[in-house]
């Protein structure tokens, strides 16, 4: 029928309810599940919420929340005291009502992928600013009807409110990362642990005197840098409230719509098209005047208005405790749960016809079309050398991964060509099975592959040719040998980034990437001359803003502005601070501002590249040595297009002979430098 999928669950709830058909009761099972998908959608709303894009708009949040909760308050005080005739109190928390809005609508953006758009970001923290202050006025109103208004009443509240605020924000975080470095691998318990935030938090703000639903929002928030949006932890959030609790909720919403008020005589349907008509009207307005500040398009002013039209949840709440403390009568409480059913019809229509223009534009907007096409194209190879580190590899390649490239994660084994070469190969399979189970939990596609080589080395680089991967991600190496030591990464690593042009990351994850708090780059000189200079930019910022932490950047003038004018041209949203840095004769300084929660990364470079450099040899030994508490990653820039070799000569690589003269040169030079240090002796 071409309507949202969310205005069929709430009609559904309308003919099958108590007031409909009468097939299924409002029992307490009914509440409780419709009470859990209140607190999801509330949850989801702070947990999808980009804290970087927040924090940078927060002044613009609480300009819009501050719109949306006076001009709604200020045309309905009037309508409500001299054109419906009701007192003071009671017009006052009508009119309050108004003020509110529940995120009907948010489903919608959220499966459109529009949730970071600086309009969804802004109307979310209108939300809870809104209700916190409806709700907050709903006390006080209450308080005032029952003679509890008094100083006892603001202290108790204020107080109450810093301690809530101070267990969800302090608290709660550090016991979260304590839960999920000690039960990494029991990923099951990770769903019940979050759940039971979610329902603590709101324990925790009905404790406080303000509504559940606050807490809930405030969960999402103190968890919001701890559960990426690409990880399983977040498949599975998503998963279950999407398609069981949010559900239950909207049906709810449905089941509470009396029909019968329509033939109850001309005053209900009067109140219920005056109540439908101001709050509409308000929040529209709200949205107009912000639109006008911020200079926000007219997609992104409906985008808003949508998001902040439905009212469901405060709105019930303020009108129900209303009603039943005598301060509303039974027509307010008819025409709201009418004002409920337009409104949330209306808000999600405005908001999924102003969110495909959005998405539709956004795909109009790409500046770049050689980067959009590489990224499309893109082809992850996960080669495996230690299987007890393959999880955090791979759950590295999923936070990384481009979601619109078809291409799988290829997971990689070579075995050795030898007797026991079949019987290795069912073995490793068996093995493997594991890691895509792994992958299908964030919907990600996981390919195993497994090949006979006479060394790990070529049958990476054959393979990564095969399947056309331009992105290979190895594991840290371990260096055991004096050679190993001397050239700073060992033989199998550097033999697979000298015959590959694809790009290399070599990743040190010592601690879960959910736990840092900052990504520190450094980039040589000339790195904007590399091929994947812009591969690498995408990848790093991407992950910065699954993780929800900056990115900080050092690198010299020409490389600044390089990686400033590339951002601008793709419009990535991520908050970095660049600095400048030229002293890599003296790369150990970087050690003074290098937290142990940061995670580290180098942008090195082949040999032959523009920004190579031979002190970059040494230093992938000095970051393990110097470096061994921190995650870390080297990245090897793609060096050359695919057709870069002239036909028939794509194998001739100098190579070989140049890592054999650089080793010998190097020996001599560490050798000197022995008999030097004896000779002080």
């Known amino acids: 029928m071409n309507i949202p999928g969310i205005i069929g669950l709430i009609i559904s709830g309308v003919v099958i309810g108590p007031h409909g058909l009468n097939i299924l009761e409002k029992n307490s099972a009914i509440d409780l599940f419709s009470t859990i998908g209140l607190l999801y959608i509330m949850f989801i709303a702070g947990l999808e919420l980009d804290m970087n894009e927040f924090k940078a708009n927060r002044n613009k949040s609480l300009l819009f929340g501050f719109f949306t909760f006076i001009f709604p308050l200020t045309i309905g005080f009037p309508v409500c005291f001299y054109f419906l005739d009701y007192d003071f109190n009671a017009s006052f928390l009508t009119a309050s009502m108004f003020a509110t809005h529940t995120l009907v609508a948010y489903p919608i953006v959220s499966k459109l992928g529009i949730v970071k758009n600086q309009a969804v970001a802004i109307t979310i923290g209108g939300t809870i600013l809104t209700d916190t202050a409806v709700l907050i006025i709903l006390a006080v109103i209450m308080g005032n009807t ?352 000298g015959n590959t042009d694809k790009t290399v990351f070599i990743c040190d994850l010592v601690k879960p990437l959910i736990l840092h708090k900052r990504i520190q780059v450094i980039a040589p000189p000339l790195a904007e001359h590399e091929n994947g200079f812009d591969l690498w930019i995408i990848k790093i910022s991407k992950l910065a803003q699954e993780l929800s932490i900056p990115l900080f950047l050092d690198c010299n003038q020409a490389t600044k502005k390089a990686v400033e004018k590339f951002l601008s041209e793709m419009k990535l949203p991520v908050k970095i601070t660049i600095n400048l840095f030229d002293d890599w004769e003296d790369f150990l300084v970087l050690s003074r501002k290098i937290n142990e929660d940061d995670l580290f990364v180098l942008v090195s470079a082949r040999k032959g590249s523009a920004s190579y450099m031979n002190l970059l040899e040494r230093l992938p030994s000095k970051l393990g040595k110097h470096f061994a508490a921190n995650s870390k990653l080297i990245i090897y820039p793609q060096q050359f297009d695919k057709n870069y070799f002239p036909q028939g000569y794509e194998d001739i690589s100098s190579q070989p002979l140049n890592k054999g003269i650089e080793t010998i040169q190097k020996l001599g030079k560490d050798i000197g430098n022995i008999f030097k240090k004896e000779t002080n002796n």
């Open 146 to 497: 029952n003679g509890n208004l008094n100083q006892e009443f603001w202290l108790r509240l204020g107080i109450s409110l810093a301690i809530f605020s101070a267990i969800m924000f302090l608290v709660i975080p550090k016991i979260a990362k304590w839960f999920f470095r000690k039960l990494e691998s029991e990923k099951h318990s990770h769903y019940i642990f979050v759940l039971s935030v979610v329902f603590f938090a709101a324990f925790l703000a009905e404790v406080a005197g303000v509504e559940p639903i606050i807490g809930a929002f405030v969960a999402g928030l103190a968890l919001n840098k701890l559960i990426p949006h690409s990880s399983a932890l977040m498949n599975r959030i998503e998963f279950i409230g999407n398609s069981l609790f949010i559900p239950f909720f909207l049906i709810s919403v449905g089941m509470l719509v009396d029909t019968s008020v329509i033939l109850k005589g001309p005053t209900a349907l009067i109140v219920a098209g005056t109540l439908s008509v101001v709050a509409l009207a308000g929040k529209w307005v709200a949205a107009l005047i912000t639109q006008y500040i911020f200079k926000y398009s007219t997609v992104q002013r409906q985008l808003i208005f949508g998001l902040s039209s439905a009212h469901a949840a405060a709105t019930l709440a303020v009108i129900l405790v209303g009603y039943k403390a005598n301060i509303l009568d039974e027509n307010i409480l008819n025409g709201t749960i009418i004002l409920i059913l337009i409104t949330c019809v209306i808000a999600s229509f405005v908001t999924e016809k102003a969110a495909k223009r959005i998405v539709i534009e956004s795909e109009d907007e790409k500046t770049d079309s050689v980067v959009a096409n590489r990224m499309n194209e893109e082809h992850i190879l996960l080669p495996i050398a230690n299987v007890k580190k393959i999880a955090k590899l791979l759950e590295f390649s999923v936070l990384i991964k481009d979601k619109k490239s078809p291409n799988p994660v290829s997971i990689l084994s070579v075995v050795s060509n030898d007797e026991e070469a079949e019987s290795n190969i069912i073995k490793t399979r068996n093995k493997l099975e594991e890691f895509v189970k792994q992958g299908s939990a964030t919907e990600t596609k996981v390919n195993a592959i497994t090949t006979i080589d006479h060394n790990v080395t070529s049958g990476v680089t054959r393979v990564s040719r095969e399947i056309m991967a331009n992105i290979i991600i190895l594991g840290w190496p371990v260096r055991t040998g004096l050679l190993d030591k001397i050239i700073g990464i060992d033989e199998k690593t550097e033999s697979i980034i």
